[in-house]
């Protein structure tokens, strides 16, 4: 099911902002490498253009240990892809779309070679599930867990029941 423009990641905009946002990031290291002593006002700097150029808030990113989490390029990603929406008119059929990528493992052999590519699809239900706490009050991250049954079994939710969870008004 192909689902409408508003529901998808902007891949379009975040491929514009990847390499400046990446380079920012980047740069940010070399300076701190170099002048430690005068990396926190350069951070603050960073994170204002970076502010600027993606509308974001940067306090959810760590620019200062990124390589401690999963490098460069996943932060430089997150950071230029551009926030889900509230949707006013959500339909049943592309929530059941939007879990059913969410839950279901593809191998990305088609992306190997490009690594643009290979982000949007490693980082694509991260947008979604982000997309789904904005715009559903029942959300909740157990839905996309293993959980455990008050008899000490473990399961996990499947995508109809997700929707049902989700959707009950």
Do not use: C, Q
Not at 107 to 126: G, I, R
């Amino acid at each position: 099911m192909e689902l409408r423009t508003e529901l998808e990641p902007n891949l379009k905009v975040a491929s514009e902002l990847y390499p400046v946002v990446k380079k920012k990031i980047l740069d940010f290291t070399d300076f701190w490498d170099n002048n430690p002593d005068n990396a926190i006002s350069r951070h603050k700097e960073v994170e204002d253009e970076l502010k600027k150029l993606t509308g974001k808030e940067m306090s959810e990113f760590d620019l200062w240990e990124y390589w401690e989490a999963d490098g460069v390029e996943n932060l430089a990603f997150r950071i230029s892809l551009p926030n889900p929406t509230k949707i006013l008119n959500f339909k049943k059929s592309e929530l059941k779309e939007i879990l059913t990528r969410i839950k279901t493992f593809e191998e990305p052999t088609e992306y190997e070679n490009d690594e643009f590519l290979m982000l949007a699809w490693t980082n694509k239900s991260d947008f979604y599930r982000e997309l789904l706490k904005i715009n559903f009050d029942k959300y909740n991250f157990k839905f996309f867990i293993r959980n455990k049954d008050k008899n000490g079994n473990y399961f996990e939710y499947s995508v109809d029941e997700i929707v049902e969870n989700l959707w009950e008004k």
